[in-house]
């Protein structure tokens, strides 16, 4: 332990690129996306036989054959076997969770080094049986007669063999995160127009990114996949405008599939490390991840549920002493364009900031020019717990590029949570 914290750099990251679900990783697990973004950074950073203290990663869509993914994840790579892996989970904020509790180690001497990382597919997807049939497997394997074997299986009906399939709803209200947006949207009245604007401007920001080698770095060619196949670099608001709600079928309703994130598979990872190890290694620094922040909605109870992150950063800023103009760069997670919209207007709103957020006044507006310059989840796709380890990584390197400044990332997760984090360049 040190005693006084230390600079938490942030070297670089790597991700393959991020596919639809059931398209070009149909048939990969978690374990192969995370062990091959594990590669990514060995391959970019010549850390091959390399012993790092520590690999933070997770998923959100598991199999029971995922127990310890992270730890299986570092056998698989060119790490070196001594790499302890720790398996966390925090929805959509999971990578991002990461890289704050390897920072907090490595910013305390307990740690000298570590990745953050998240992996996520919705084409392998667990399907399970339901309970009365998995108790009557457990009995019958467990039987030891055949007297027992025979009464594990007394009343086994056909109907049993019903697969359960997964769903996205939030356990406590029934609804899917879109639903639950699309009552955010109606609350703040977002338009429709508005979404599809913000969600056409992340296409062309990130089809300009790869366009200008921004992505060269970052992106791991993979599986036979060299860019996130979700890109649309030749849509237009016209079509955007055409596609039909999917969250309700009301006359207010304004989410579509164009506006909204796909499900989507793939795999992130984001190496961090003090200052004196990156020395070391001969590796440059490209930022420094300097705070970070969680909060909680209780949506249960009508709170948007994707508003979390409006919280964790007023209460990020003010334990910084900073205002919320006080950034170079923003990267505010695109769940939906209307969750991004919707966070905007709440720190506009005097009414919100007040009795929300305790504020005496506005945390104000931001300039929409500085907002995700290179594109975000609406472009390139969400694999749930692979998100927060690409924007850490994206935003170190748009702060390495402009030679300087300060960047803040905002993320809504699941549950009602939000996970806010600032990264810095002198």
């Not at 001594?82 to 999971?94: N, P, R, V």
């Not at 007023?314 to 103009?325: F, H, K, N, S």
Request: hydrophobic share 40%; with cysteine; proline share 3%.
């Amino acid at each position: 332990m040190t005693e006084s914290l230390r600079r938490v750099a942030i070297v670089g990251g790597s991700r393959i690129p991020f596919c639809r679900s059931n398209t070009m990783y149909a048939d990969k697990s978690n374990l192969d996306m995370l062990s091959a973004v594990l590669d990514g950074i060995v391959e970019r950073f010549d850390l091959e036989g390399e012993q790092l203290d520590e690999v933070m990663a997770g998923a959100v869509m598991t199999h029971s054959r995922d127990f310890n993914l992270a730890r299986e994840a570092v056998l698989s790579s060119k790490l070196s076997p001594l790499t302890t892996g720790i398996t966390l989970q925090q929805a959509c904020g999971t990578s991002l969770q990461g890289a704050l509790s390897l920072a907090a180690k490595i910013a305390s001497g307990q740690i000298e080094s570590g990745i953050a990382a998240g992996s996520d597919t919705t084409s392998d997807a667990p399907i399970v049986f339901g309970d009365r049939f998995a108790h009557r497997m457990i009995n019958l394997t467990q039987a030891r007669t055949m007297k027992q074997r025979l009464a594990a299986l007394k009343g086994f009906s056909p109907g049993e063999l019903k697969p359960v399939s997964p769903t996205n709803g939030e356990m406590r209200t029934g609804l899917s995160m879109g639903q639950h947006c699309e009552r955010m949207a109606q609350e703040w009245n977002i338009k429709r127009e508005d979404q599809d604007q913000l969600a056409f401007d992340s296409h062309q920001k990130a089809a300009s990114a790869y366009d200008s080698g921004f992505f060269d770095e970052l992106v791991k060619p993979w599986n036979g996949v060299s860019q996130d196949n979700n890109l649309r670099a030749d849509t237009s608001l016209e079509k955007l405008g055409t596609l039909r709600t999917v969250f309700d079928k009301g006359t207010k309703a304004t989410l579509s599939a164009g506006n909204s994130t796909s499900l989507t598979d793939g795999a992130a990872a984001v190496l961090l490390c003090s200052e004196e190890w990156a020395a070391e290694h001969k590796l440059p620094v490209q930022a420094y991840l300097t705070t970070g922040r969680s909060a909680s909605v209780d949506f249960i109870n009508d709170e948007g549920l994707l508003m979390a992150p409006t919280v964790a950063v007023a209460e990020m800023l003010q334990r910084e002493g900073l205002t919320l103009q006080d950034f170079d760069f923003y990267e505010v997670h695109e769940a939906f364009a209307a969750q991004v919209l919707c966070t905007l207007k709440a720190w506009e709103s005097e009414e919100y900031c007040r009795e929300r957020l305790g504020l005496d006044k506005p945390l104000g507006s931001i300039d929409r020019d500085k907002l995700n310059v290179h594109g975000s989840s609406l472009a390139v796709g969400h694999p749930f717990a692979a998100t927060g380890a690409r924007i850490v990584a994206t935003l170190a390197q748009i702060l390495e590029e402009n030679g300087s400044g300060r960047g803040l990332i905002s993320v809504c997760t699941a549950g009602g949570m939000g996970v806010c984090a600032i990264v810095e360049r002198p």
